[in-house]
Structures are given as structure tokens and as C-alpha cells.
């Protein structure tokens, strides 16, 4: 699987660790930026760059690293198509893809450690979407109401 994978300074150096394990789990890590640390760069030209990406096709999904996730988070959403989600514990990690079918897994660098960091994303990336009724019927809701905006 491609996944993309994105920073802000907060993140960057995150998620040098994180493409590793992406690559030791098999998997293709393409890095959208920040390619190189800058303390003044903006979490929402990464985080759309992941998100938009994913939209696209490009990898089938996303990792978005900032200090906190929150405003990542928020960015990533707004692309349509894009279901992210923060998660700094490994069930949140698997119930979001099992449940929800999120895309995009966004973390937050001051708030978790690397060692689950590194965890989160294996589960996450292990993950496989349901397919119970139940839950493609609440992804069918999701989808009208980000038509109806």
C-alpha cells in the first residue's frame, strides 16, 4: 500500500521514525513535506498536501504529524473524501479504519511518545474496514452531508 505521509516542524522529526516503520511493514512511504525543518512552516499546507493526496489516489492512506493534531486534524477534514481522525491510542487507531473507515491518521508529536506512536501505526495500518451494513450506512450519511456543504 502507498502511504503518504506529512509533517509541519513539530512533527518532522516523527515522522522520519514513523516512514521506517511504514517501510519495515512493507509498505511505500511517500513524503509530501516538510522535506526539510523549518520552525516557521504551516501545519495546513502539510496536512492538505496528505489529505489531498490520499483524495487523489495516490496512497490509499495518510499520516499527518503536528504538535498536537488538533489543527491538522480540522485541516484534513476539509477535503472532501477524507475521513481523519487523531488518535493517541491503539484502539482508537483500529476502530477508526474497522468502524469509520478513516484515512488519514493524524498524531500529535508533543502529546504521544514514539514508542506508541510507532504501535498506532502498525495497528492502524493493519486495519481493515468492516463492511457491516451498519457501518457503510454511516459512512452513505457522511458522504450527503458533506454534498449538502
Known sequence: MNVILGS???GFELKKILIDIVKMLGHTAVDVGALEYDRSD?????????AKAVMEKKGERGIMICGSGVGASIVSNKVPGIRAGICHDTYSAHQGVEHDN???????SRIIGVELARD??????????????????????????????
Open 8 to 10: 509541519d516542524h513539530a
Open 42 to 50: 504551516d501545519y495546513p499546507d502539510y496536512a492538505e498536501a496528505v
Open 102 to 108: 478513516m484515512n488519514v491518521l493524524v498524531l500529535g
Open 120 to 149: 498506532i501505526v502498525k495497528i492502524y495500518l493493519t486495519a481493515k474496514f468492516s463492511n457491516e451494513e451498519r457501518h457503510k450506512r454511516r459512512l452513505q450519511k457522511i458522504a450527503e452531508i458533506e454534498k449538502r456543504y
